[in-house]
């Protein structure tokens, strides 16, 4: 064998030897059988898991639109709307007729500036009109706890303006980033997740059902979730499919909707009933 030859082969060999080449002609590192994850996973993170909080059992197939809404393909589901008196009168006849099934309605604020306590000039006609029509009701406050004191006295507040309702659905914090200039905007994780359980607790102690109204940016940044796992949760996830990695209670899914007896755009809400 010349020497042309013999290197030729000594090149072969140290090829196929760091190539890993199997019996069926493929080449690169073999996947245990069954396996869909990449052939090479590198991760500097280490791995995270919430085993607190349930799987998503919904995906993006799961959902589609019936007529002008949305709706659970895959299970049991109701529609609603979210409502503040931006919304200016609502004819409530006409807001059932279009197949809206419950109104979750904005009855306190808190001020970003300030942070004084405020009630929603039209909760209670809100409520009186929704119910005339049919319709289940919930209500929310908006947020701008600093503390879970403020978070408690929120809580307090929004259930002394129910006291006379006859509620079906959850009392909600709903906690919302506004700027910069705000009082709330330098509030902790550990802080804002404190506060969360101060509302759901005192809620839940007056004989209410609480809820948190969260959207994934927040997730990832501002709450620890896994934490808040005892509470029914509301996802603010706007014009996109499902693909929120944890279950949810509700989804609000466009704050674009159009409702006949509503002269403004309005959120859209999907209720999810479990079995």
Not at 27 to 43: C, N, R, Y
Not at 114 to 123: I, K, P, S
Request: charged content about 20%; aromatic content about 14%.
């Amino acid at each position: 064998m010349n020497r042309k030859k013999l290197l030729l082969l000594l090149i072969l060999a140290v090829f196929l030897i760091f190539s890993g080449c199997n019996d069926s002609g493929q080449t690169g590192v073999m996947e245990p059988e069954g396996t869909k994850a990449p052939l090479l996973q590198i991760s500097t993170e280490p791995e995270v898991t919430w085993p607190d909080l349930p799987e998503n059992p919904y995906g993006p197939l799961d959902f589609g639109y019936e007529g002008d809404y949305l709706t659970c393909l895959a299970g049991r589901s109701m529609l609603g709307i979210d409502v503040s008196e931006w919304q200016g009168q609502i004819d409530w006849e006409q807001v059932a007729q279009a197949g809206i099934e419950f109104v979750i309605i904005r009855v306190a604020w808190r001020g970003t500036d300030q942070g004084g306590l405020n009630v929603d000039a039209m909760a209670h006609e809100y409520y009186t009109g929704a119910k005339a029509a049919g319709l289940k009701v919930g209500g929310y406050i908006f947020s701008q706890a600093i503390s879970p004191e403020e978070a408690e006295e929120e809580a307090r507040y929004l259930m002394e303006q129910v006291k006379d309702w006859e509620l079906d659905f959850p009392l909600v914090m709903d906690w919302e980033y506004v700027n910069e200039e705000a009082r709330s905007a330098d509030v902790t994780a550990r802080t804002l997740t404190d506060s969360f359980k101060a509302f759901c607790e005192t809620v839940l102690q007056e004989g209410y059902t609480p809820m948190i109204y969260f959207n994934p940016a927040m997730v990832w940044d501002r709450i620890y979730l896994y934490e808040l796992g005892n509470y029914p949760f509301w996802l603010a996830m706007y014009d996109c499919i499902m693909d929120f990695p944890y279950q949810v209670d509700m989804w609000q899914y466009t704050g674009n909707g159009i409702v006949p007896g509503i002269d403004t755009p309005v959120d859209m809400n999907v209720y999810l009933m479990y079995e």
